[in-house]
């Protein structure tokens, strides 16, 4: 089999594991609402879900060894490589938490979210090309893939912090909680804005160029795939009958991909008012229905848990090999880096979040809004920091 047939395959396969994982949600939907459905005697739909996911997973992880045997190195080189392996180590932790507790309903809101990580990783070049200098050692594999695994499974304790807020928090009289509810949900639907918004530009060849200065004080060429509502540092339209910039951005902020996360709110926020004006009531009270059977005591316990496995892989990964890696790249182990930074501030928030659930009692809704704050933090470091703020870590 030649490399570009492997390739292909490979490329087949993700998107094999992409409609596996979409059906299998589907069916897990369908579970939770199977009122003779207890927790040791699953509905049919779970079960069928459960085994349509498990063969998501497996065609997923053949998309990522193809894709390695064909790179010759561990595909989590950039953005759409380690955002895929991401969504991936996700569903491999709701599959080993589903065999633990037998729960569906963690499903119906773990596979969307990879759902919507993989979608989004895809808006990325696909390219399969060499390792830059800097990425030539095996702590790219080992440090990149335990951040990854170490952030999955912190992810499945804001799955159980979101569902355990979606049945616990009263929206019939308002309030902070339902706002910053709402404010959650508003945010995963502005990263389906940014899919919407880039597969709709890309398909109508939408392109403005630009020369520009970087960072370096370099000239250099930005190529927008979205109407630039933002311009580069000392930007210069080069591409007839493109709409100019409303503003200019310094060296140090990544025009382009701010631009791109810009649009991303904007077609998320019509998203979500057309979702408004369907439902005429609040996204999060009309999900609350579906998680009406749900135990509070149990998903509680699984965000916990989550975390308690989470926090120490994540500290391995993000901290302890990212330091040794980078002493040995750039000759000093810490350098306040953009990622860097992130890293320890992750870390820092599940000290706390352990700190004050172990003793200060924080449990049940405390717990799973710090859950949520949790990965809002490690989703900002995904898009923001990676997408706007320049560093030692752009080549990601």
Do not use: C
């Not at 070049?125 to 695994?149: E, F, R």
């Not at 979101?162 to 009289?173: A, N, Q």
């Not at 998320?268 to 979702?275: D, K, Q, S």
């Not at 439902?279 to 609350?288: G, N």
């Amino acid at each position: 089999m030649t490399a570009t047939s492997m390739a292909d395959l490979s490329s087949n396969l993700l998107y094999i594991a992409f409609i596996m994982y979409l059906i299998a949600t589907l069916f897990l939907g369908g579970s939770i609402r199977q009122k003779n459905t207890t927790e040791t005697n699953q509905s049919k739909w779970g079960l069928i879900g459960i085994v349509i996911t498990i063969i998501g997973f497996a065609s997923q992880l053949g998309f990522f060894f193809l894709r390695w045997a064909v790179a010759g190195h561990a595909p989590v080189s950039n953005l759409f490589e380690y955002t895929t392996f991401f969504g991936m180590t996700l569903v491999g932790s709701f599959i080993i938490i589903y065999f633990i507790y037998k729960k569906t309903v963690l499903g119906v809101v773990a596979l969307p979210i990879a759902l919507l990580i993989i979608a989004y990783a895809s808006m990325f070049p696909k390219d399969i090309s060499p390792l830059i200098p800097a990425l030539q050692s095996d702590w790219l594999k080992i440090h990149v893939t335990t951040v990854a695994a170490g952030e999955s499974i912190l992810a499945i304790s804001f799955v159980a912090g979101l569902i355990y807020l979606l049945k616990s928090v009263d929206h019939t009289k308002g309030g902070k909680q339902s706002f910053w509810l709402e404010a959650v949900l508003f945010g995963i639907i502005a990263v389906f804005g940014f899919i919407v918004a880039s597969t709709g530009f890309t398909l109508s060849h939408y392109e403005a160029n630009f020369n520009y200065v970087n960072q370096q004080g370099q000239e250099a060429v930005s190529e927008y795939t979205l109407p630039p509502l933002v311009g580069p540092n000392e930007g210069e339209l080069i591409t007839k009958g493109a709409m100019e910039p409303w503003v200019e951005m310094p060296a140090l902020i990544n025009a382009k991909k701010l631009n791109t996360v810009i649009w991303s709110f904007i077609t998320g926020g019509a998203i979500y008012l057309l979702l408004r004006l369907i439902f005429r009531k609040r996204v999060a009270a009309k999900l609350q229905p579906a998680v009406k059977n749900v135990n509070l005591d149990l998903m509680d316990e699984i965000g916990y848990r989550s975390v308690l496995i989470g926090f120490p892989v994540f500290t391995l990964g993000g901290l302890v090999f990212a330091m040794i890696w980078a002493q040995i790249a750039w000759t000093r182990f810490w350098g306040w880096d953009p990622k860097e930074v992130w890293a320890l501030i992750t870390f820092l928030f599940y000290a706390a979040f352990l700190h004050l659930r172990l003793s200060k009692g924080w449990h049940g809704e405390k717990s799973a809004w710090l859950a949520v704050i949790g990965f809002a933090i490690i989703m900002f470091n995904l898009v923001a920091v990676n997408l706007i703020i320049a560093g030692l870590h752009s080549y990601a």
